[in-house]
């Protein structure tokens, strides 16, 4: 199976993204993300391991790459985790990728390591970080090995100082977790703040095993969920959706609160592309 992939080969018609392609440096990820959805499909997901003969046969890919169609990095696996600090394969492929677009998408503050190599293609660069919530109780339970917001801001800060296009990604939005106004409105404003310059959002999907450990690690929410997402909601491509009706009112709050700050919004496969900013929903408008 090739490194490089067409994003999105399924053809979800919730996806609203442009033409892409899909790399994922590394398989699993260290994060350990309660909602994650790529452990579904990913046999021991939050065990990460490298590829075997990765760079040798990325070498040989890019050969064959359209460099006006962009690479997105990456839509299962983190590529700052752990092993990145000692195998520094994402920083292989920074340099190797570079002269195509580049759609970054981490929760680790790691990528301000290879801020010199982003700022010699910031005009073919979109990086994304993903912060939840700005509770770092919460974010413990949530994202357990992850950086803690705190230091993601930081990384979207620096990134933007140096003049690399950020977005922030808040997804997902959880029922009863981060789905509150005030605290929407908190996250959003400490974005605007670091220079960030859109926001892609979506809710929480749940899958069976993703599902499982939410509610094995807040409890309380256990009867809730059930009810909005097994009761309420819909089942769409393998996962169980919040209603269209919640999902919409969610959305549309977002999607207000980043407006105010005269920024961009999107919404990430929920079905309501007229909500996004007239741009598309990944980011890779800002490429320059």
Not at 55 to 63: F, G, N
Not at 266 to 276: D, I, Q, T, V
Request: proline letters at 5%; glycine letters at 4%.
């Amino acid at each position: 199976m090739p490194l490089i992939t067409k994003f999105d080969p399924w053809k979800s018609p919730l996806c609203t993204c442009p033409e892409k392609l899909s790399l994922n440096v590394y398989t699993g990820c260290s994060h350990s993300c309660l909602y994650c959805y790529s452990s579904a499909y990913i046999k021991n997901f939050f065990k990460p391991r490298v590829k075997k003969d990765y760079l040798k046969r990325l070498r040989r890919e890019i050969k064959n790459l359209n460099e006006k169609i962009p690479i997105s990095i990456s839509n299962s696996s983190d590529p700052y985790i752990t092993l990145e600090k000692d195998f520094r394969y994402m920083q292989h492929t920074l340099k190797l990728l570079k002269g195509y677009k580049k759609l970054i998408v981490t929760k680790s503050d790691l990528i301000v390591r290879d801020i010199e190599i982003l700022k010699e293609e910031k005009e073919r660069v979109v990086v994304s970080i993903t912060i939840t919530t700005l509770d770092e109780e919460i974010t413990k339970k949530l994202e357990p090995n992850a950086p803690n917001s705190k230091r993601r801001l930081e990384a979207l800060k620096k990134l933007s100082n140096a003049g690399i296009p950020t977005v922030l990604r808040f997804d997902p939005v959880i029922p009863f977790i981060n789905d509150n106004y005030e605290i929407m409105e908190e996250i959003i404003e400490n974005a605007k703040n670091v220079g960030v310059r859109h926001v892609i959002s979506s809710t929480y999907k749940a899958k069976r095993d993703n599902f499982r450990r939410m509610v094995a690690k807040f409890p309380e929410l256990s009867d809730k969920w059930k009810y909005l997402y097994l009761k309420k909601g819909n089942f769409i491509h393998g996962s169980w959706y919040l209603s269209k009706k919640v999902r919409f009112e969610i959305m549309s709050k977002v999607k207000e609160i980043v407006e105010k700050r005269d920024m961009t919004f999107s919404c990430c496969r929920e079905g309501f592309p007229k909500l996004n900013s007239g741009v598309f929903c990944d980011g890779s408008f800002l490429f320059s």
